[in-house]
T-cell receptor, first 120, second 116 residues
């Protein structure tokens, strides 16, 4: 058990719908990362939040958005769903130094169990 | 942008034997981190081993060791005394050590089968 929780474990929905995936990081971790794992694209970084603020953005579609709340949990919102959005969505968390001129030291990313999204 | 390539989609090994999984990467940075993650059928991502690019010594974790060749941008994983529980997808990953994003860049993965 990594200490990172994700809900729900499985989600089945229809094209055009909107869903919200939830992630609770390990206690004390300030950074949350979202990754998408699909058969054709592999594991891709979507977005990172640090202490409530967006820190980095990867290959995240405009139909997708995320946020991190004051209690540090994060939500990934996927809208206007398409068949190709079916994938395993991982959340990971880590302790991260602030970006204020400090080099990031090594901080292991701990992965949650993932949410399996199926779009029919 | 950094890229990670795993040229072996599938590998197999006999129980108790040794297997090496290959990984190459492309980067213009001089300092970074490299990782091997294991993803068993449960789909959980598990960190197997990591290597800091500034360290010349190859990392070792019990039966797992790496061969890090910085000039060649190569980072292979050796699994010794393979066990049935080692069967999984293995992903090589890269992370910058510079400030900013700590995102991981993954390869496509290698599926390892362990035969009894």
């Amino acid at each position: 058990d990594s200490g990172v929780t994700q809900t729900p474990k499985h989600l089945i929905t229809a094209t055009g719908q909107r869903v919200t995936l939830r992630c609770s990081p390990r206690s004390g971790d300030l950074s949350v990362y979202w990754y998408q794992q699909s058969l054709d694209q592999g594991l891709q970084f979507l977005i990172q939040y640090y202490n409530g603020e967006e820190r980095a953005k990867g290959n995240i579609l405009e139909r997708f958005s995320a946020q991190q709340f004051p209690d540090l949990h994060s939500e990934l919102n996927l809208s206007s769903l398409e068949l190709g959005d079916s994938a395993l969505y991982f959340c990971a968390s880590s302790a991260t130094l602030g970006r204020e001129g400090l080099l990031s030291s090594y901080n292991e990313q701990f992965f949650g169990p993932g949410t399996r999204l199926t779009v029919l | 942008a950094q890229t990670v390539t795993q040229s072996q989609p599938e590998m197999s090994v006999q129980e108790a034997e040794t297997v090496t999984l290959s990984c190459t990467y492309d980067t213009s940075e001089s300092d970074y981190y490299l990782f091997w993650y294991k993803q068993p059928p449960s789909r959980q991502m598990i960190l197997v081993i990591r290597q800091e690019a500034y360290k010349q010594q190859n990392a070792t974790e019990n039966r797992f060791s790496v061969n890090f060749q910085k000039a060649a941008k190569s980072f292979s994983l050796k699994i010794s005394d393979s066990q049935l529980g080692d069967a999984a997808m293995y992903f090589c990953a890269y992370r910058t050590s510079q400030g900013g994003s700590e995102k991981l860049v993954f390869g496509k993965g290698t599926k390892l089968t362990v035969n009894p």
